[in-house]
């Protein structure tokens, strides 16, 4: 069996801008996520300040998986950019979008909502209850994930009604949040999960990095040709 | 109870240039979709041509439920008009795209996917059956809808799948098709629904008339004040 | 418009051994419910040590939506009333299944699952939030419901994954839950929810007993005919 | 990677009774469902008429998946087994539903409703379309399969509705059916798949046996504890 090409695309300014960021991802998010997935797939990076983002159509082709982190720079993504990634889900490749990408522009043009939530940086804790315990992507996991602290994102989560819920999280604060989502786009698999602020080191949390793992097996695009549409000729005689 | 107000938005291109169309429709489709449901709403009009396509944030505002058809000239529809749809739609107005509608802006919008399908112009019969007997755009339908000559739509079509799936389409040259579904995007109500191409005379049939207004009553916006969103106090304390 | 038929079915034992529940149900839940819901139903009401459970073929026949409360006696329901009811809701009836009702052997049999869930007598807050802020049965209800003390119930919560889910709780002691479920069976709609426990005076709560509304509504019988079923003639020649 | 465990379940009588049936599976319908899954599982076969009809404790406990093929006996299912394949799937076997099992004690007691549906034996030809692209279960399988002649199953089929639905029919005669439906029960897969009459040599066809295939992979058991259910203890200090 070959691996899995899994691209993780990662916005990668916090860590070169914020000294608490750069602490504890000196290397990038998206090494973390990376080393998390460990040898099992074949892993290359690409980040915002890359030509074409990294995600030329050569990368794209060669991509099962993609991974995205994004937050404060949504808008500089380009919008052609945009449209490839998109055409390339339609196409099956699968997306997994981490945390504040729920606000990036490809999420946005794959859910056809506003996708806004509420949200708090005030260390309260996060645990990520399994709702759906035979899922692949629950795989290997206990009942809950505990996350001593992160980033709050409560209801309402302006998504369109997972095809698949896996994990709803509960907050010290009192919220709640869908915080593991799927659903299928055209012929790829999408994946929203929630945990991932970057000022903590969630993304070196074995359960997290597990699910994740879990996420881009159940992501990988299924071997079948590409639909055929348009004008059609009848299958069986009209009169 | 106050009536309904329903805006029935339509290209209204055919109709003016095609003697076969105008023959069907010699007063628009809108018209016939708009005397289809009778004295139950308020019913009003809007077209591809009139100022802002007839959609003002006047219109709009005072719309419970639009209703969309299109064809040939969804690259007209102006985005500042699309957006100010959506986010009506998000906000709660009820949305009925008819037929080729499927390709409008909006349509492809509010879906995040592509919305291709199969199709051919051949006088198929198409047999609409019920499969979600309860739900209540079915109602006062029979065991299916029989459609002496329609369109081919036929699958693959590109669309998430549907929170709730009402019509399966039989065709004479031996297609199905997902003809009637429901999602829920924001606080609104989208129902596409298939039949309806300009050379039949399908709006003026009895059963399709009942299905949309069906779906007009289903879609009615939700008296909910819209979340709130954004940056969060804590409901408890977080130490 | 003619007024719905709700029958509130009440198990009604604690209610008549149990001072703490007595003195906050005095004339049992059901009465409680039953005032709840105002004068915009035809409301009766039917217990466990009625003849027939009170719910005789004339009844039930009679019932657009059951409303059904149960927990320490699940196993005095007659098995053949279960079916009775069973039918009835494949038939149309709504079904409203309340809080301990989750382990009723109607509720059991309606779902295929086991129903299970941990539970917790301890005084914990609930906060139930709306997650789909459309869905008619949130009609009028804030962001969320706060109930100052009530049991608490915990995923995971062992039902089908929910048609459309409405609400999901958060409790002080770190669990989450889902608990407002929509379900279609047959032509009925079922629709569970969690909260009620007997010793909280939860059914006097407006904004609970506005869902309790929400729900009868919302579940209300279709009007069409029960599909048939079983040996088909060709609709189209067969050659 | 070792192999799944599949066990093929089959009533095997109509292979012993009838010479039509017995001369397309001389061996009987599980064994040709075995010889098209190939090497890649590690098959075995249960009978109705074995002890315990095949399905003991230790060969349950052991497998992966389980096939269904029963028709005319489903009553002679002794409860006890049933209850005994629903516990097992409930805690994680997979369970594949073939054709005229949809009438069967265990498909009916996962599904909780009447699964009934119209029928005819009448050469209609088939053809299943494939309307969720991207299903691992369509994997390798064309835009439809198309069998030559089948009995005909058609809509209302009285099950829930799916959580996802990857295959609907087309039949000469005029219907369509759900044909391929995935729900999740418990931590269990189950999977509905319509082809299969007896007196037709479906089970040879070589994408029917491919979709099994898929199915059984698709179903597998997930690696993860059971879900504790009961009295639980707070995660939080509750003041």
Not at 58 to 79: F, P, Q, R, S
Not at 111 to 131: F, I, P
Request: overall charge negative; some cysteine; proline content about 5%.
């Amino acid at each position: 069996m070959t691996k899995q090409n899994v691209t993780i695309w990662n916005e990668y300014r916090h860590e070169q801008h914020n000294k608490t960021v750069a602490d504890i991802y000196p290397q990038g998010i998206h090494t973390a996520i990376g080393e998390g997935l460990g040898q099992e797939f074949h892993v290359r990076y690409a980040t915002l300040d890359m030509p074409e983002h990294g995600l030329t159509e050569e990368v794209l082709n060669e991509t099962d998986v993609l991974i995205w982190w994004g937050h404060k720079a949504h808008e500089e993504v380009d919008e052609a950019i945009v449209e490839r990634v998109y055409q390339r889900v339609l196409h099956g490749m699968g997306l997994i979008v981490l945390h504040s990408g729920h606000f990036s522009k490809i999420f946005k043009k794959l859910m056809g909502t506003g996708c806004d939530l509420k949200w708090r940086e005030a260390n309260d804790k996060e645990r990520l209850w399994v709702v759906s315990p035979g899922h692949p992507i629950a795989e290997g996991i206990g009942e809950y994930i505990e996350l001593e602290a992160e980033e709050m994102y409560g209801e309402h989560f302006d998504i369109p009604a997972p095809d698949e819920l896996v994990f709803v999280s509960w907050f010290t604060g009192g919220e709640v949040f869908r915080s593991g989502c799927c659903y299928q786009r055209g012929m790829g698999k999408v994946f929203y999960f929630r945990p991932g602020h970057e000022t903590y080191p969630t993304y070196y949390n074995e359960q997290i990095r597990r699910v994740i793992a879990n996420a881009v097996k159940w992501a990988k695009p299924s071997e079948r040709t590409y639909p055929k549409y348009g004008n059609a000729q009848p299958l069986e005689p009209l009169n």
